[in-house]
């Protein structure tokens, strides 16, 4: 993947995502697999997808579900650093502010015009709601002004429909570990928008805490890279941090006990006037959260009967949570599946690969469209806003 970065004056970073080999974001297929069993018109579809759920705005182009044309993204991160995690307000201001100039660079580089585009889809939910209202009322718009057909998709349903992209021979059903900010899940792909969780957190997502306890070692936001980073340079057995297991679920995960055990040993340390190595702790936090993820995940798989296993969100661009699933998937004769960096993290392209079956399939949605902010996964009446064509 190749990034083109511009920091601009209000300090948001600007960013182009390319493929290294054509510069359309590294999905060269023509046609997608598994496009041949889709039902619905024939012929290519351009989709003009929008993505405005949390502190990135971002607007692509996607053609037939995985190839990617343009993948715009405007980031926030610098904004929200100052104040140890994402405020609301500020994002929905800086999305008002960015979104048409995401959606004119997404085109542009996509060499499309508006006339071109066959479908506008959007992130509905879940996330913050004045970040996705931002989204959705330009998506209604522009497929009220070009009389295009409106498709709401799920940010979650997105990420792991970022695996498509890159990978052109995956195909449901396989196991997908989804771990960001705000969800842990284990779910089952059965087919293209068809899951069923098997798995989920009970308190803290992954990435809650790993956002929380990089804030109390002094490494800052955001925690995820941070603690990455730090990792590299610790001893991961300094610690022997817990890894709860649930007795009457166990496919869901659990942080919050681990992010407490952090806290005490931090605060145990400042008692006694000791002063923590901040690499350990990263490393051995890293390491407990990793191997309760890695370890659900080869289970499910097992014991589902899947050799297919991938991985989404934010966090699935941690180092260490990839080098450990890969030696895993190998030694238990499980295909590993993943988006490159930064195609884990929130982007455009995601949900225009997961609208691309959402059309196939016939679902459209009306223009009453609304942000749902915590939107579930899974559930097919979840669609109560979508009507068919």
């Known amino acids: 993947m190749k990034i083109d970065k511009n920091v601009e004056n209000d300090g948001v970073i600007f960013m182009s995502i390319k493929g290294e080999d054509k510069g359309d974001g590294g999905a060269l297929a023509k046609e997608p697999a598994g496009g041949s069993d889709c039902s619905g018109s024939e012929g290519d579809v ?16 996607v053609r037939n579900g995985r190839e990617v044309l343009s993948n715009i993204i405007s980031s926030q991160i610098a904004l929200h650093t100052v104040y140890g995690g994402v405020v609301p307000e500020i994002a929905s201001r800086k999305h008002v502010e960015k979104i048409n100039g995401c959606i004119r660079a997404a085109l542009s580089e996509a060499g499309v015009t508006l006339e071109d585009i066959d479908v506008v889809a959007v992130t509905y939910g879940p996330g913050l709601v004045g970040a996705l209202l931002v989204g959705v009322s330009a998506a209604k718009a522009i497929s009220f002004a070009q009389n295009k057909p409106l498709i709401g998709v799920h940010h979650i349903e997105g990420h792991i429909s970022a695996n498509f992209i890159e990978n052109k021979d995956l195909e449901p059903p396989f196991v997908c570990l989804v771990v960001s900010g705000g969800h842990s899940h284990l779910v089952v792909v059965k087919d293209y928008g068809e899951y069923e969780i098997i798995g989920q957190t ?29 990792a590299k340079e610790g001893n991961p057995d300094a610690f022997t941090f817990p890894q709860a297991k649930i007795s009457d679920a166990e496919y869901d995960f659990s942080f919050s006990g681990l992010k407490s055990a952090v806290l005490n040993i931090i605060n145990q340390a400042k008692m006694q006037g000791e002063e923590l190595d901040q690499a350990d702790v990263a490393a051995s936090f890293q390491k407990a959260v990793v191997e309760v993820l890695v ?89 109560f806003h979508a009507g068919k064509a």
């Open 202 to 230: 009970r308190d803290d997502a992954a990435g809650e805490a790993f956002d929380k306890v990089a804030r109390a070692i002094g490494l800052g936001y955001p925690g995820g890279p941070k603690i990455d980073a730090a």
């Open 46 to 61: 351009t989709i003009l997808a929008i993505e405005s759920s949390c502190d990135e705005t971002a607007a692509a182009v």
């Open 295 to 383: 370890g659900h995940a080869i289970k499910a798989c097992k014991e589902y009967g899947y050799d297919k296993l991938a991985i989404a969100g934010g966090v699935a661009s941690n180092t260490a949570l990839r080098t450990l699933m890969e030696k895993e998937c190998a030694a238990n004769g499980i295909k590993f599946f993943r988006p490159s960096p930064v195609l884990c993290t929130d982007n455009a392209a995601m949900i225009g690969a997961a609208a691309y079956y959402e059309y196939k399939k016939g679902v459209r949605f009306d223009l009453d469209m609304n942000a749902v902010p915590n939107l579930p996964l899974g559930d097919r009446e979840r669609r």
